[in-house]
């Protein structure tokens, strides 16, 4: 039968919205609740105990990381949040975020994400492992009802699943531009343009039960470079921060250090925007006393060669932002402080030291495994689409011509 879900009204400005399904269970119907910004504080508590009754959960989908990210960008997006529960029981629940900070050329794009995402460019916290909070029993029929209550929502120009896990067993469904599910009779898939990215890792584990030597895991050519940067230095230490205090003083030389970076190569760094960087600070005073966040400080002798700041997520090390010396005060700054870092992480029990998404030669050398996260993005029929894909066409069909001639 073809699932529908029956809306008169903008679920946003409405107070309570619900619909049902046929739950794993059989404990009842699944119900999907819609909440505002301005009932927060009804959803905190509710999130906290789905959270303990879950265990370990993803860091960007906790209660703490939603709620501190609320604080600094609920100004630049329209948040809401979406309750599933079966008999009074929470089953699952996720934030979902309004924006119209996009652009494409004079047009501004109006934009629903699921998560913390959505932000102006340039102020993101560029939100990777993002994912829904649900029992697992629950994830397959919340994730169908929420993304059938979003084909519903006639606002947005595009839906964006930003950093999200792609195991095969929890793809996301196709939309339609009605309501229904995209396999439905004569339903019409929306556009959809979909993004993998590599996020490489290295597993302390099996590093662990292979005799702990990270060294003897790592490719030949990284193995000789890491023992010859080492020879070349003073002795090395690795200061891992057990207060907010010490936590603090290693961030503001990571801040130092990053803008230096970043605007020697004539960019505003991460720090530039407020916005993130007072994200971060709250960030770090609530969860590095739960151990959910890490600072770490490299030294060799006197010389900061590296600052790390890295998210606990489900005993894995996600390596967000750092900090590092210029190339030319001390070589291979980057591969230093991750391989040393690596090193405390595997004496201190952490699975694994995941290095995020990008392009750079530590990452590489480091990590010799991967995940895959994706960022989707669903796209409705507007002009302004059609005419991006028209210039797009047209640039083609110049290059073809062009080699032609």
Known sequence: MDETIAMTHDPVRSDRVAMTAESPRALGELELSIYQQSE????????????????????????????????HYSEQVRPWFVLASTDGIPRGICLLSESTNQKLGPFRIHSLHLGTAGEPHGHSVCVEYNDLLVEPEFRAVF?????????????????????IPCPAEDSWPLLADDGHAA????????????????????????????????????????????????????????EW????????????????????????????????????????????????????????????????????????????????????APFEEFPSPGLISHYLCMEEALRRGLDAYDFLVGEKRHKENLGKASEQLQWIVFERPRTKFSLRNWARHSKQLVKRVWKRS
């Open 40 to 71: 927060q504080d009804r959803i905190w508590p509710v999130w906290r105990e789905l959270e303990q009754r879950l265990g370990d959960v993803p860091i960007t989908c906790s209660s703490e990381w939603t709620r501190i990210w609320l604080k």
């Open 241 to 324: 921060a057990e207060t907010v205090a010490q936590g603090e003083s290693i961030f503001n030389e990571l801040i130092e250090m990053h803008q230096a970076r970043w605007q020697a190569v004539g960019m505003p760094g991460a720090f530039a925007s407020s916005s993130f960087l007072n994200f971060q600070k709250d960030l770090i005073a609530e969860l590095l006393p739960q151990q959910r966040v890490v600072l770490a400080r490299i030294r060799s002798g006197d010389i900061t060669v590296g600052c790390l700041y890295l998210l606990v997520d489900r005993n894995r090390l996600l390596d967000y932002v750092s900090g590092l």
């Open 183 to 238: 396999a439905g009779p004569g339903a019409k898939p929306l556009a959809t343009n979909v993004r993998i990215r590599d996020s490489r890792y290295f597993d302390l584990e099996q590093c662990r039960q292979e005799g702990g030597d990270i060294l003897a895991l790592l490719g030949k050519s990284t193995r000789a470079n890491i023992r010859r940067r080492l020879r070349q230095v003073e002795e090395t230490s690795v």
């Open 143 to 163: 994730t169908r009802k929420l993304g059938l209550l979003i084909a519903s929502e006639r606002g947005w120009d595009q839906f964006q699943l930003d950093g």
